[in-house]
């Protein structure tokens, strides 16, 4: 009898340990699934986010053609995508949208002017002879004629002299970004109530350069003074326009080393930038094509100043 009872004991802890493996093996398998289930809509979703920014890419460098033909075309800018935010980044050559981790171009086919786009805005693609400037508002008429020389320098030639990064920054609001800086701080200018920074870099051998290649957010400072107008020193004929700077620089014979003769192009890359000589620094446009730059003046210069003035310079050409 007794031998009967641990007999069914023991079946009876045989029966409830292989239900336990039983419901321990159930949840194994449920939560692998849910695991594999969560894994694989998570893929998807990353698919289809990487496919809206493609798609996206790949709709700026079509726009870019369509401007690139003449044509000022607008693009509204989406939000988000997939619910996420994002950045797009104009390259010389591409768009980048970058999202997360991730980053997806498309190579727009023509010369873009670098800048950063900010998500749900729209903005305007507009051709130009430095390429496709992207702005906020239709740009007509930037690169018009100036007037006629005045008499009298612009305020905007004597912030050159002293502050040239920040007058740089002033020529890539103007041109590029299609706004008046009206305060700076530094090298922090004041833009419609937004504060900006430079994305520079320094390049060049004999006489380095610092090239505003974009502007990105900034800090507010704590302190700023009145940036004098670009505006002003344009319609005052002492500054040249990139549109200037550029047939200037293609009116003049250039060599190189070997002594061939090197055309500049109607599509080659303007920037602004300081220019570091032995004798200052000097604002200027950074005009460059292939594996040539060249930089050149950006402003004239006022004949009662005892130092000279900055006409052009280049690592690789010569005047012919």
Partial sequence: MNWQRGRRGRDLTRGVTLLQASLLLTLFLAVSLGVLFSLYHSRLAETRLAAEARQLADMLASRASLASLGNIVPVDLPTSLGGQQYSVECRENE????????EFSAAAGTRVVPCLLEAGTRVYLCPTESGILISDRPLVGYFEEPLSISENRPRFYDLSKIHPEVAACALWCRFWLGKEATRYSENVLEVEGSFLEPVAEIEGESVPAWVVKGMRQA???????????VMEAENSGWLLSPRQALREVKEREWRDVENSIVTVPENASILPCVVHTSVGRFVAWRVSWENYTIYTRALLWWWKENLTGFVYSSDKLRLG
């Fill in 219 to 229: 800090p507010t400072p704590s302190a700023l003074k009145d940036l004098p107008s």
């Fill in 95 to 102: 768009f980048v949208v970058r999202l997360g981790r991730g």
